[in-house]
């Protein structure tokens, strides 16, 4: 390790918001820093964009793909470069605030069994009179285990934007098993596998607007969420093996409930698909209601018209089909 903190960059067609962030880098209190850039195929001027700052600031690195892979392939290849003592990354639509890395470092060396630092995070939402802050909610704590860090984030009690040792991120890159949300599942990894978890009052700014991926409700991409959720629960089950059922029980519920709302996604927008992801919408919804364990739906939430498991495949795509299309009547008539 040859510099404090490396920071992962990945960037896709942001270049209206590119200037705001790699400032907010280049202006760190903390100057020992590496700022690894991943152009994942952009068709804007990001890369020109990356390119400029790059010239300017040797602490940058630029790395250009020449067509689109996916923000968890994008960050694992600046993950290999990393020689930071320390790792986080930045979407190329947010910023930090300009002592984020000294609070979140400060508290890494004064806590060394330490190994995950959480960033306070404000929520960013563009409104007509400029831009309003809200503080996410987060459960208030100053020290956890690693594993009891990791069962809160499974419904998200904290969050996932953190600094992380480089040699724990290394030996756990970014789940790259779905082009997105599948990355998320990373912050759980390395979660449970840390000797503690700790806060700093480092502050991330998270942009709300909807040009964000995971903000397109009507996309077949949003069916990526099943198969994240399925690989989270294959991989986190080992790491914790006191906590299998409990683990099993919440991630196969989210999955349950998650599949329920991509049935709600293909019931009112299939008509917007392309064959293509006609087909592989109805192939995952049929595989992962065939793939869940009902043995572990034991919430209540799954007792309600809509979310029954049903005995039978017909008969839960009657059942979707009856809840959607009243939802939608009810919805057009009040």
Request: with cysteine; proline share 4%; charged share 25%.
């Amino acid at each position: 390790m040859n510099c404090k903190v490396t920071v992962l960059v990945a960037v896709y067609n942001m270049a209206h918001f590119l200037p705001k962030c790699l400032d907010s880098l280049i202006g760190q209190t903390v100057r020992d820093i590496q700022i690894v850039c991943v152009d994942d195929g952009s068709s804007d001027e990001s890369l020109q964009l990356l390119s400029a700052y790059q010239e300017k600031d040797n602490r940058i690195e630029v790395i250009h793909l020449n067509r689109n892979r996916g923000l968890a392939y994008a960050r694992n290849l600046g993950l290999q470069r990393a020689k930071g003592q320390y790792v986080c990354m930045l979407d190329a639509d947010d910023w930090y605030a300009p002592d984020a890395f000294e609070q979140c470092v400060n508290v890494f060396e004064n806590n060394p069994s330490t190994d995950c630092v959480l960033f306070k995070c404000m929520l960013v939402y563009q409104q007509e009179d400029g831009l309003r802050y809200e503080l996410q909610p987060s459960k208030d704590f100053v020290v956890l285990s690693g594993q009891e860090a990791c069962m809160l984030s499974l419904d998200w009690q904290i969050h996932g934007i953190y600094m992380v040792r480089t040699e724990i991120h290394k030996r756990y890159p970014y789940d790259d098993s779905a082009r997105l949300y599948s990355d998320e599942n990373t912050t759980r990894l390395h979660y449970a596998v840390s000797r503690e978890v700790r806060q700093c009052q480092g502050t991330y700014f998270y942009l709300q607007h909807s040009g964000s991926n995971t903000h397109k409700l009507t996309s077949v991409r949003q069916f990526d969420r099943l198969i994240a959720k399925e690989s989270l629960l294959r991989e986190l089950v080992p790491l914790m093996p006191a906590k299998e059922m409990e683990i099993k029980q919440t991630i196969t519920l989210q999955l349950w409930l998650i599949l329920v709302d991509c049935y709600m996604i293909y019931h009112c927008y299939h008509r917007t698909f392309s064959p293509a992801d006609l087909r592989h919408a109805k192939s995952e919804l049929h595989r992962v209601w065939s793939a869940v364990d009902r043995r572990l739906l034991t919430s209540p939430k799954v007792r309600k018209f809509g979310y029954r498991p049903m005995p039978s495949w017909p008969l839960f795509r009657l059942q979707e089909w009856l809840y959607f299309t009243l939802r939608g009547f009810l919805h057009k008539n009040i």
